[in-house]
């Protein structure tokens, strides 16, 4: 199967998108020749700049590719891979949907100390753990560690900081 090429909407005769996610410069003040261009790493994403602005490779194979991005959705990569940017590994997600699936992936982590509104450390978990084994009431831990009661009940029952509670129950 040959790779496609389309002209990137607003530049074209200057630039084009590949379906397999590379970008030509058409450009040929240099060697005569089009080039690739070789695209850079921004915030884990691959951007091209394009007459003076910097684009998302993704959304260039999207929109040439898929089409328009409807209103409120986001191009996603399938496979989770941010540097695979083939036609064929992008889909338009709407915002939640592109959460749940990094979170599936494993490739958005807010587990435990890691959620921004966390109060405990993984560390504080194995000592309250620790102390409903011994047999402490749940109101004295909750004091001692700052937190609601109904927070070290789901700690107990395993609803929170389950990849903590499964270890150590």
Request: hydrophobic share 35%; net charge positive.
């Amino acid at each position: 199967m040959s790779e496609k090429w389309a002209a990137i909407e607003g530049f074209v005769g200057e630039y084009a998108i590949s379906d397999a996610g590379r970008v030509m410069s058409m450009n040929f003040a240099k060697s005569g020749l089009p080039g690739i261009m070789k695209p850079r790493m921004v915030r884990r994403y691959m951007i091209v700049c394009i007459g003076r602005k910097s684009k998302y490779v993704h959304h260039l194979v999207a929109h040439a590719f898929i089409g328009e991005k409807p209103a409120g959705m986001q191009a996603n990569h399938k496979d989770g891979d941010r540097e695979n940017n083939s036609a064929s590994n992008l889909e338009y997600v709407t915002p939640s949907e592109n959460i749940k699936h990094a979170c599936r992936l494993r490739l958005l982590d807010n587990r435990g100390e890691k959620h921004s509104q966390s109060r405990l450390t993984e560390a504080n978990v194995y000592q309250i753990l620790e102390h409903i084994g011994n047999g402490r009431a749940i109101v004295a831990i909750a004091t001692e560690f700052g937190v609601h009661p109904s927070q070290i009940s789901h700690i107990k029952a395993g609803r929170s900081w389950p990849h903590i509670s499964r270890r150590a129950g």
